[in-house]
């Protein structure tokens, strides 16, 4: 049977504090669960970026290994490393991929990373390095907060290659901070403080 209030006849509604009550309860509900909506996004952005990298070094061992004699010789940005004639890298932030040398571009493309056919349409940034915009690439950094990009670094050493991880955020060039959050979730080195990731774009 319907409710009728005794005055008007007219289905009885809710009252002013009822509503109020409700919004109280909802704003509350939505303070708990949204930080909480917030960083489960953000560990699942951080878990496919560490799975890309896995990506990346996979492909780049079996280039190694199918052709010994492929060389990594990039004069890379960081002046004062050893290993920087046998050291290359692969940078990735949200709308670009660079790289020490095409080679690594075309092991890339093969691999689905770089779109099919755009290896060679580079733009040659600071005149060092390959770099690929967005409609080039099939890949990106995914994370926000723990980093913003990273950076996957290796070395050639009697014919294996040797991985080491940098990330930064909010435009740093370095970060040890993100850095060691980021190599510890790939498993693997954190690069060395005389790497740099350079300027966004």
Not at 25 to 44: F, K, N, Q, T
Request: proline share 4%; glycine share 6%; net charge neutral.
């Amino acid at each position: 049977m319907k409710n009728f209030s005794a005055n008007n006849g007219k289905p009885k509604g809710f009252t002013l504090v009822e509503l109020i009550v409700v919004i109280a309860i909802i704003g509350i509900m939505a303070s708990i669960l949204i930080p909480s909506l917030i960083a489960y996004l953000e560990r699942a952005r951080n878990t496919a970026d560490v799975a890309n990298a896995h990506t990346i070094c996979n492909a780049l061992q079996v280039a190694v290994a199918i052709s010994p004699d492929t060389v990594i010789n990039h004069d890379t940005p960081w002046k004062n490393d050893p290993n920087n004639k046998n050291h290359g890298y692969v940078y990735i932030d949200d709308d670009e991929i660079r790289v020490s040398n095409v080679e690594i571009a075309y092991i890339l493309e093969e691999e689905g990373i770089i779109k099919s056919g755009c290896a060679s349409k580079y733009k040659m940034r600071k005149g060092v390095e390959p770099q690929y915009s967005m409609d080039k690439i099939n890949l990106t950094c995914k994370s926000k907060k723990r980093w913003d990009r990273y950076q996957i670094n290796f070395v050639l050493k009697d014919g294996e290659l040797e991985f080491s991880y940098n990330a930064s955020k909010n435009g740093l060039p370095k970060d040890p901070a993100s850095t060691k959050i980021f190599a510890n979730m790939v498993g693997g080195l954190e690069g060395g403080s005389e790497i740099s990731l350079g300027e966004k774009n």
